[in-house]
């Protein structure tokens, strides 16, 4: 039973793509959603019963505070953090010599420091109820060693070892950590950058023993069952879900 009713859920980088797909998800098992996105967050949450839209950079440690401390005036409290929001498609291809510095860094900001962030700002909220499911999002990339996005690979990696170490630190505290690691799925995002398409598509397709496209809403069910209740005994874990690409 993966009923989310009566709980207060919060999908960083939810205004579109596979956040968008995990917001609808947990709306559809009854939680109440919070999406806190750099931009159309309002319209996105706009779309749920009683939604709340926050507009954050996620590695901003005053925004991730603000994140919470609003969620928990106007929702009551907080039941799930989703730490989705990252840079993906955006970021060149390019062998790991020709990435700038400041690259590597923006991308080990936003796809890892706010993870950091978003917890440490989450915690107490969640400590004060005795309970909380964390889920963050990984990829598939870092288990297979994909080359040309040394820094994106090296981001995710480190989401994997965050969870299991951060699950460890909380487990008594009542609140589980779980990842969750797509594979290379049809986001808005994606769809932005053909060159990625080209690029990625037909041959991750082909890798899958499921073999079609993977879609934002694939990734969505997982999700809605590690943030319930009927995952009440499993913490520290990574779920791969990519049509069968990659076992882990
Ligand atoms: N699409 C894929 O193939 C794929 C595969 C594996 C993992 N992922 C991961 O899934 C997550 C979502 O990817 P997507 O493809 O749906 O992306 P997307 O680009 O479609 O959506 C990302 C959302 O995050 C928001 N965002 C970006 N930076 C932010 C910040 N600093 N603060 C707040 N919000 C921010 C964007 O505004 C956008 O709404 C990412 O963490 C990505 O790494 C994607």
């Known amino acids: 039973m993966t009923s989310l009713k009566g709980k207060v ?136 060693g994909v080359p040309f996005l040394l820094h994106y690979v090296t981001s995710k990696g480190a989401i994997v070892a965050f969870t299991r170490a951060l699950a460890k630190e909380l487990g008594t505290d009542g609140i589980r950590v779980n990842c969750v690691a797509p594979g290379f799925t049809l986001s808005e995002g994606v769809k932005q950058h053909p060159e990625i398409i080209t690029a990625l598509r037909d041959a991750s397709v082909a890798a899958r023993t499921i073999q079609r496209d993977q879609v934002p809403a694939d990734v969505a069910g997982a999700v809605s069952y590690l943030a319930s209740d009927a995952a009440s005994f499993v913490t520290g874990q990574t779920i791969v879900i990519d049509g069968g690409q990659t076992f882990h």
């Open 9 to 144: 859920a919060i999908v960083t980088g939810g205004a579109q793509g596979i956040g968008r797909a995990i917001a609808t998800g947990l709306a559809e098992n009854g939680a109440r959603i919070v999406i806190a996105d750099l931009r159309g967050a309002e319209e996105a949450a706009a779309a749920y019963e009683d939604g709340v839209g926050l507009t954050i950079d996620v590695a901003d440690e005053g925004a991730t505070e603000r994140m919470v401390s609003e969620t928990v005036a106007r929702c009551g409290g907080l039941d799930v953090l989703v730490n989705n929001a990252g840079l993906y498609a955006s970021l060149e291809m390019r062998a790991f010599t020709e990435i700038p510095l400041e690259e590597w860094r923006r991308v080990m900001d936003v796809n890892v420091a706010s993870m950091f962030l978003t917890c440490r700002a989450a915690v107490p909220a969640m400590r004060e109820r005795e309970s909380g499911a964390i889920v963050n999002i990984s990829s598939g990339t870092p288990f297979r």
